[in-house]
Nanobody, 132 residues
Framework: QLRLVESGGGLVQPGGSLRLSCAAS????????IGWFRQAPGKEREGVSC????????YYADSVKGRFTISRDNAKNTVYLQMNRLKTEDTAVYYC?????????????????????????WGQGTQVTVSS
């Protein structure tokens, strides 16, 4: 069974940090582009950051540039999202998604994954709440 499981969310004060993990089971992430997405109440799911499979190129939404870092550890079959200097507007459920995408820009891959999820489905996500 192909699965991605998100973890690492929690309650943090503004200015704090969290590291989210996205662990794959049933398939290896080596040849997959991976993305992190978030959805706040009443809002559409948005792309946060994506990383390609082949060259490790990354994409970040303008709202998180300079604060968030995406990385992948293929040996652990896991992708991470390090989130620093968190703001209240970062509060959302965070999801990851993977796809065997090649040949597009990383930003385009992010758009595809945002629409499709991982083979048409999404996990349960992990809640991030930034509040004082």
């Amino acid at each position: 069974q192909l699965r991605l499981v998100e973890s690492g969310g929690g309650l943090v004060q503004p200015g704090g940090s969290l590291r989210l993990s996205c662990a794959a089971s049933g398939f290896t992430l080596d040849y997959y582009a991976i993305g992190w997405f978030r959805q706040a109440p009443g809002k559409e799911r948005e792309g946060v950051s994506c990383i390609s499979s082949s060259d490790g190129n990354t994409y970040y939404a303008d709202s998180v540039k300079g604060r968030f870092t995406i990385s992948r550890d293929n040996a652990k079959n896991t992708v991470y999202l390090q989130m620093n200097r968190l703001k209240t507007e970062d509060t959302a459920v965070y999801y990851c998604a993977a796809g065997p995408l090649q040949g597009q820009t990383v930003q385009a891959m992010c758009g595809i994954l945002r629409r499709m999820g991982t083979f048409g489905s999404w996990g349960q996500g992990t809640q991030v709440t930034v509040s004082s």
